[in-house]
């Protein structure tokens, strides 16, 4: 039972405000003020993570014949980076601003003409995915500014995307008003910022000591590839998995964990033959991913394709889709699915002067593999997912009292509570022994929930906050009658009773199915 109202939605205070009242997500170093980029997961928040990455590796991984596993470390030799092209091209254009010291993205400012009486005075930038109204009230501030409040302003010029910072002239920008300034001409023309978090490592201090935070988790994959193939009886095509931390220093991390400083990937690196139908195999990847994420609750309708025009694509590409999502804050890249042709393999093969060739048994030949990479970010996933549960709907308490409640539908696969125990009263011993000892048989298999303190009714609230799926009351039938208890289920709070054995029967199917 989905409540009218959900249709995604849910607001980004509302999702971080349950996400902080609950335990699933808190700014890191908050005692000290939080600290811009990065996030600490709390007891719920970790559950939810973890099963998010179990259910993916289980899928990705252990049910398929075609790939394998592999954890790399986070600091690398510095030439990976040298050879991948990260040192010297992964950046983003930079702007500041010399009035208010904040700094933007510049492909993420958007400048759009101001006309007063029918002439272009000047221009406003907005931050990407920013308020019409947000717009209006800008452009008046320049225009006043320029000391023409009396002029008519042309609303209809505000309306769309605009033109990205980056190709504006500097003319124009020398009449641009900037998101927080209070005088146009502020904004720095946009230069490369570079992304990497560098480190050393030994004890030496000089630039031989150089090295980097791995800011994804893909040339881990690159580099241990050779070792994979002389090991592991693979066999084109194949792929290799990994998840794992990645460290990319955002010039604006912004819209909670959606862009932060850490986080976490899970990618795949498919090898194929370069004369497959890599068309058919990257169609393949994007419904499977399509299909994987339908899965754990986050509804196909909510997902779209954005497939990357030639002309924005790398030189090495042959094809880039990124699966969109319509977050809170609007729709944006959840999984990125790339087909990079030989290009890093040849790479490493360039720089390591080790083959990166394949002896493919069946073709008799050899030859560097091309690969299609779907890379996907836990901690995004993890958005999208309390984005898809997130809930408000209306059901009677315990007096039959319609009643407003908030609820996060999460599949049980990944929920992180998988059920609640109770007792239907906490001073009747008898009663109290069963409900603990089928929790502590639950608690065997899965995450489970005890709770015997309040009225039933809140206590079956508390759950549904978190997303727990089921509930498991305990009460005077069981005592007295047939050993059943009761199964509530959380979005349709309609109770049936099973025994303790078709309890663990049904838990298994939803859970584990
Ligand atoms: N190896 C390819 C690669 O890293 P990407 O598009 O830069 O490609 C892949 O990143 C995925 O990682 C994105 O689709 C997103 O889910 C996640 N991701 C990237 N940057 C992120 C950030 N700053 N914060 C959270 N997730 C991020």
């Given at each position: 039972m989905k409540s009218e109202m959900h249709n995604n939605s849910a607001s980004m205070e509302s999702i971080i405000g349950l996400c902080k009242r609950r335990g699933f997500i808190f700014a890191s170093s908050e005692i000290y003020g939080g600290y811009n980029g990065f996030f600490d997961y709390g007891p719920l928040g970790v559950e939810l993570r973890n099963n998010i990455k179990q259910v993916w590796w289980r899928d990705m991984v252990q049910r398929r014949d075609d790939i394998v596993g592999l954890d790399s470390s986070i600091i690398m030799h510095p030439a990976i980076w040298q050879a991948s092209g990260h040192v010297d091209g992964f950046s983003d254009p930079m702007v500041d601003c010399k009035e208010s010291k904040l700094r933007y993205r510049a492909d993420q400012l958007?400048?759009?003409?101001?006309?007063?009486?029918?002439?272009?005075?000047?221009?406003?930038?907005?931050?990407?995915?920013?308020?019409?109204?947000?717009?209006i009230k800008q452009a008046k501030k320049l225009r006043d500014l320029l000391g023409k409040k009396q002029s008519a302003l042309d609303e209809s010029k505000l309306e769309g995307v605009g033109i990205e910072f980056t190709e504006i002239t500097t003319e124009q920008r020398s009449k641009t008003l900037g998101p927080d300034a209070t005088a146009w001409d502020t904004l720095t023309e946009p230069r490369e910022f570079k992304l990497m978090f560098e480190t050393k490592v030994g004890p030496l201090a000089d630039q031989s000591a150089t090295a980097y935070l791995r800011p994804e988790t893909a040339q881990g994959i690159f580099a241990n590839y050779k070792n994979i193939v002389d090991t592991g009886r693979v066999k084109i095509p194949f792929g290799i998995a990994q998840i794992g931390k990645a460290f990319r220093n955002e010039i604006t991390p912004r819209n909670f964990i959606f862009r932060s400083r850490e986080f976490e990937q899970m990618e795949i690196e498919y090898f194929i033959a370069p004369d497959a139908d890599w068309k058919a195999l990257h169609r393949e990847w994007l419904d499977c991913c399509i299909d994987w994420l339908a899965s754990i609750g986050i509804p196909k309708e909510e997902i779209s394709e954005d497939v990357h025009p030639e002309d924005k694509l790398a030189f090495y590409s042959q094809a880039t889709t990124d699966l969109m999502f319509n977050f809170p804050h609007g729709k944006q890249e959840l999984w990125g699915i790339a087909c990079r042709s030989d290009y890093d393999l040849g790479q490493h093969q360039k720089h390591s002067g080790k083959s990166m060739e394949f002896f493919d048994e069946a073709k008799k030949s050899k030859y560097i593999p091309h690969v299609i990479e779907p890379s996907l970010g836990v901690d995004r996933t993890l958005l999208a997912v309390l984005t898809a549960a997130y809930d408000e709907d209306e059901i009677p308490n315990d007096k039959g009292v319609v009643e407003k409640r908030t609820v996060l539908r999460f599949s049980p696969k990944i929920a992180p509570y998988k059920a609640a125990v109770f007792p239907l009263v906490k001073n009747k011993p008898e009663l109290v022994a069963i409900a603990e000892k089928l929790y502590k048989q639950l608690q065997k298999r899965w995450n489970v929930f005890y709770d015997a303190s309040g009225a039933i009714g809140r206590r079956y609230r508390r759950q549904d906050e978190i997303g727990t799926p089921y509930g498991i009351t305990v009460d005077f039938d069981t005592l007295e009658k047939d050993g059943t208890v009761t199964l509530r289920d959380r979005d349709s709070t309609e109770q049936r009773r099973l025994s303790p054995d078709e309890v663990f029967a049904f838990l298994e199917k939803q859970i584990d199915g």
């Open positions: 958007f400048v759009y003409p101001v006309v007063l009486d029918g002439e272009v005075e000047g221009s406003i930038a907005s931050i990407e995915g920013s308020e019409l109204s947000a717009r």
